[in-house]
């Protein structure tokens, strides 16, 4: 490969420059919180194999669970599940051609924030 002289090309804008965007911070949540599901998928299933190992280690693993940072994960597992529920809604809705206009698509991505949170705290208080 030749000899390049890298110092004199300009450089590109990095993301210090540019302004976050709502629908780029909402389409980055939903591939975080598709992610941190396969994590909730694990606790859950680490918890039916407590279960089916014996009464000791089924009280040890749902102790934890149980506990207040136990109740904080999946509380937060729930967020996760309807964010990444009405963030997928909302790209049904893309998909039929619309939403695209820059007003309408800030409205959306309010939405899916705003919509996950309601429903987490109508889940809790529901169940």
Same mark, same amino acid.
């Given at each position: 490969m030749a000899d390049v $002289? =890298? +110092? $004199?090309r300009p450089l590109s804008p990095h993301l210090t420059i540019y302004r976050k965007q709502y629908t780029? @911070?909402?389409s980055i949540l939903a591939r975080l919180t598709g992610i941190s599901l396969l994590g909730a998928v694990l606790l859950v299933v680490w918890w039916l194999l407590a279960a089916a190992s014996g009464p000791d280690y089924f %009280?040890? @693993?749902n102790g934890l669970l149980t506990s207040w940072f136990g109740d904080l994960v999946l509380t937060a597992a729930l967020w996760a599940v309807w964010y990444h529920f009405c963030s997928g809604l909302r790209h049904l809705y893309? %998909?039929?051609g =619309? +939403?695209?206009e820059l007003e309408t698509a800030q409205k959306l991505a309010w939405g899916v924030i705003i919509g996950s949170v309601v429903l987490t705290v109508l889940t809790v208080i529901i169940l």
């Open positions: $002289n =890298r +110092g $004199n780029s @911070v909402t %009280d040890c @693993v893309w %998909d039929t =619309r +939403g695209f």
